[in-house]
């Protein structure tokens, strides 16, 4: 993706199982499954570190309650601004 990330996301790799279920839903492909072992024996899921979106799929479809935080992140003011019909509020003026 050519856009800057809206979002991030945090695995707890002590309680990810490694069943792939997020990877698998990720509408961006930002997470895959570690190719090293936790200490339980599993691959667990990984966030690549970019293209995330924040829509919190991963999260939804996870069977481990606590393992995924999915982060929004906000947007810049100055984009804000230029996204408004004259680049600034109307209550403003």
């Known amino acids: 993706m050519a856009?800057?990330?809206?979002g991030k996301v945090?695995?707890?790799e002590e309680e990810c199982k490694g069943c792939g279920l997020c990877v698998?839903?990720?509408?961006?492909h930002c997470l895959v499954l570690a190719?090293?072992?936790s200490a339980y024996?599993?691959?667990?899921?990984?966030?690549?570190?970019?293209d995330c979106t924040g829509c919190g799929i991963c999260f939804y479809c996870c069977p481990?309650?606590?393992?995924?935080?999915?982060?929004?992140l906000k947007?810049?003011?100055?984009?804000?601004a230029e996204a408004q019909p004259g680049g600034v509020h109307a209550g403003a003026v």
């Not at 856009?3 to 809206?6: P, Q």
Request: hydrophobic fraction near 30%.
């Open 10 to 12: 945090f695995i707890h």
């Open 24 to 28: 698998e839903s990720c509408p961006p």
């Open 41 to 50: 024996g599993v691959h667990p899921a990984r966030y690549t570190g970019q």
């Open 75 to 80: 947007k810049p003011a100055k984009a804000a």
């Open 3 to 6: 856009e800057r990330a809206r």
């Open 64 to 72: 481990e309650p606590g393992a995924i935080t999915v982060y929004r």
């Open 35 to 37: 190719a090293e072992l």
